[in-house]
């Protein structure tokens, strides 16, 4: 191929591949059981699947309305009423979109300019950062508290300053599987107000909350929903990640500035999945009880991996377990997940990309989404390193 004949300076010039994508690839070369990337492997509901086909056939196959069909919308809007208490209007402060990291992606560029700080909460979710760099604003870090992954408040406050646009939260907490309480949410709450922040909400493993916990959902707290943008996944909710899609919620001054945005991202969704996805939601038991559906296996997985080396961190919500390996070795994350999945057939993923520095703690995170006969093997495995 011939050289390029200009000069380009990368936007993103410290960004390599996902670790998602590498540590995948890697399971496939030496095929590992995939516990690193954040998907199931049993099947999507037949009746949902269905429903899609059903509406292919009645010929809902053209574009959908730019802010998505109004039937899911206000399926969302009812829901999101029935389970917080809050009121959107589904016409102005409801949004489909394609997958929650589209979503993020939007909400972060229709309010971030340059030179504007966005606060993010390590470890984090691997789209915040080079989303807030590709539209010129400044990231700063606050690191949650090992080994529970709580909020340093004090940390937090300091890190305010006259600059600071937005605070990215995420409960439950990808990769650490910890929850924000009702304390965290209202010390938020005061934060923001008296700040003038905009908060962006990632909550799109609200349904997977374990132990009796509540989903402090920031759509609870009218002060703060006032000033948040909400993400939700319809992909984490019914199994169905390949579908990418996903939804925001925020009050319609806030609203009116992401629809400018998104128009010209995706402009619309995949219109029968939608459609499909508004039937289903009629029934509520298609989504309150999927907490209940993964903690119980998370709870096989955890016994299954208790006379192991590895110590457990207590996973309270999404479907990650967290382990530490530091009683097996003294290697750093990324070098023993890569050793992990070629010797032992099990692809995991390790904590320090999540941190911009790399902090190793020797902690390496792994997907219980999965069939109880894949769970066994891994944890067979597993149990005679």
């Given at each position: 191929m011939n050289k390029f004949p200009g000069t380009i300076t990368s936007k993103l010039p410290q960004m390599g591949t996902s670790i998602f994508a590498v540590m995948s690839q890697l399971a496939n070369e030496h095929n590992a059981i995939n516990l690193a990337q954040g998907f199931p492997d049993f099947e999507v509901s037949a009746e949902l699947i269905s429903s899609i086909n059903h509406y292919m056939k009645e010929g809902y196959n053209q574009y959908a309305p730019m802010p998505g069909i109004p039937s899911l919308r206000k399926r969302i809007a009812q829901k999101v009423k029935a389970m917080y208490g809050a009121d959107y209007d589904p016409d102005t402060e409801v949004n489909i979109t394609a997958g929650a990291t589209q979503a993020i992606y939007t909400v972060i560029s229709s309010i971030i300019r340059d030179e504007d700080e966005v606060?993010?909460?390590?470890?984090?979710?691997?789209?915040?950062?080079?989303?807030?760099?590709?539209?010129?604003?400044?990231?700063?870090?606050?690191?949650?508290?090992?080994?529970?992954?709580?909020?340093?408040?004090?940390?937090?406050?300091?890190?305010?300053?006259?600059?600071?646009?937005?605070?990215?939260?995420?409960?439950?907490?990808?990769?650490?599987?910890?929850?924000?309480?009702?304390?965290?949410?209202?010390?938020?709450?005061?934060?923001?107000?008296?700040?003038?922040?905009?908060?962006?909400?990632?909550?799109?493993?609200?349904?997977?909350?374990?132990?009796?916990?509540?989903?402090?959902?920031?759509?609870?707290?009218?002060?703060?929903?006032a000033r948040s943008f909400v993400v939700g996944s319809f992909g984490k909710t019914f199994h169905a990640t390949g579908w990418k899609m996903g939804f925001v919620l925020a009050p319609e001054i806030l609203m009116t500035e992401f629809r400018k945005t998104h128009q010209f991202t995706v402009f619309s969704c995949n219109t029968p999945v939608q459609h499909a996805i508004a039937e289903f939601l009629k029934n509520k038991k298609n989504y309150t009880g999927i907490g209940a559906f993964f903690q119980k296996k998370r709870d096989y997985f955890v016994d299954l991996l208790k006379d192991s080396r590895f110590r457990i961190i207590p996973s309270y919500g999404t479907y990650f377990q967290c382990v530490d390996y530091s009683d097996i070795s003294d290697e750093a994350e990324l070098d023993f997940a890569i050793r992990l999945t070629k010797e032992n057939g099990i692809a995991s993923i390790p904590l320090s990309p999540f941190y911009h520095n790399g902090k190793d703690q020797q902690t390496i995170r792994l997907c219980f989404a999965k069939n109880e006969e894949t769970l066994k093997k891994a944890a067979e495995i597993l149990c005679r390193i």
């Open positions: 606060i993010v909460l390590e470890p984090a979710y691997d789209s915040y950062v080079p989303a807030v760099k590709l539209n010129g604003g400044i990231v700063k870090y606050t690191q949650l508290s090992a080994p529970d992954f709580r909020i340093d408040w004090e940390q937090l406050y300091r890190l305010v300053s006259h600059r600071t646009k937005m605070i990215i939260i995420n409960t439950p907490h990808n990769p650490s599987g910890s929850v924000l309480g009702k304390e965290d949410i209202k010390r938020l709450e005061k934060l923001v107000k008296e700040q003038d922040l905009i908060l962006l909400s990632d909550e799109v493993y609200e349904h997977l909350i374990y132990d009796g916990l509540r989903h402090e959902s920031v759509c609870r707290y009218p002060d703060l929903a």
